[in-house]
């Protein structure tokens, strides 16, 4: 005989939506490995912390002003800018692609920070 029972219909039909559920549940944790990261810079005491950021393609990199007076996030090379980040303010960029970037504060050249995409 190979009429299936209603109980072994039913009993397949559990094993595949528990089969799909554990499909799910691995590409979604794929997908999170995967995810970006948000990477936060902090401007305090005229610095930036940390000085060096290692990032992957693709991450964020925020930068929050918690010091008294307005800053900036200007790269060397010219590719990217920040404009002026007033005290409480922040302003994040993503980075597509690989390399090591150099920035200042274009108020306060003294205040050096770098970034390593890879
Ligand atoms: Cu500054």
């Known amino acids: 005989m190979s009429k299936v029972s209603p109980a072994a219909a039913s009993w397949s039909i559990r094993?595949?939506?528990?089969?799909?559920?554990?499909l799910l549940v691995v590409v979604a944790t794929g997908a999170a490995s995967a995810q970006a990261a948000t990477h936060t810079i902090t401007i305090a005491g005229m610095t930036f912390d940390p000085a060096t950021v290692?990032?992957?393609?693709?991450?964020?990199?925020v930068w929050l002003n918690r010091d008294l007076v307005p800053h900036t996030a200007s790269a060397r090379d010219g590719s990217f800018e920040s404009g002026r980040i007033d005290p409480g303010q922040q302003w994040s960029l993503v980075f597509a692609a690989a390399g090591a970037i150099d920035y200042v504060c274009a108020y306060h050249p003294a205040m050096q920070g770098r970034l390593e995409v890879q």
């Open 15 to 22: 094993a595949v939506r528990r089969a799909t559920l554990a």
């Open 54 to 61: 290692r990032l992957a393609p693709g991450d964020r990199v």
